[in-house]
């Protein structure tokens, strides 16, 4: 999609280097860490959010490679929390889909 910042990640045509790829999906650091570790898994195809209705094999592979970037960055056994926020009131602020995994450090129980 054009003009679609996670797109132009995911192609390499912006950004660092990527922590994991594959044929369907991208990793990479946020650029605004809220955690020792947080690193953002997108999607190659562009979908704006759960509510586009994404298949359910991207969505499952999505979640093993959450554990596969977990286990990259050292925080498979300490623990680590995947997020993924849907429109405003989540505070979705970028509309690729993504999905957070933070870890690192003891993290906040809270939750909303
Ligand atoms: P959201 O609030 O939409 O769930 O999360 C968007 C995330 O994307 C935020 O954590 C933000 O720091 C991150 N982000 C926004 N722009 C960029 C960028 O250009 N590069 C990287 N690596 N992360 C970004
Ligand atoms: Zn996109």
Redesign the pocket.
């Known amino acids: 999609m054009q003009d679609c910042?996670f797109c132009k990640?995911a192609a390499g045509e912006i950004?660092g280097p990527h922590v994991y790829e594959d044929e369907m999906v991208v990793a990479?650091?946020?650029?605004?860490p809220?955690a020792p570790v947080h690193t953002?898994i997108i999607p190659k195809q562009h979908c704006a959010n759960l509510n586009d209705e994404p298949d359910v094999a991207l969505l499952g592979h999505i979640l093993q490679v959450a554990h596969e970037v977990a286990r990259i960055k050292g925080i498979d056994q300490s623990g680590y929390r995947v997020v993924q926020?849907n429109g405003p009131d989540a505070?979705?602020?970028?509309f690729h889909l993504?999905f957070?995994v933070i870890g690192g450090k003891e993290l906040s129980l809270g939750m909303a």
């Open positions: 910042l990640i950004g990479f650091d946020d650029i605004s809220q953002l926020n505070g979705q602020t970028v993504h957070h």
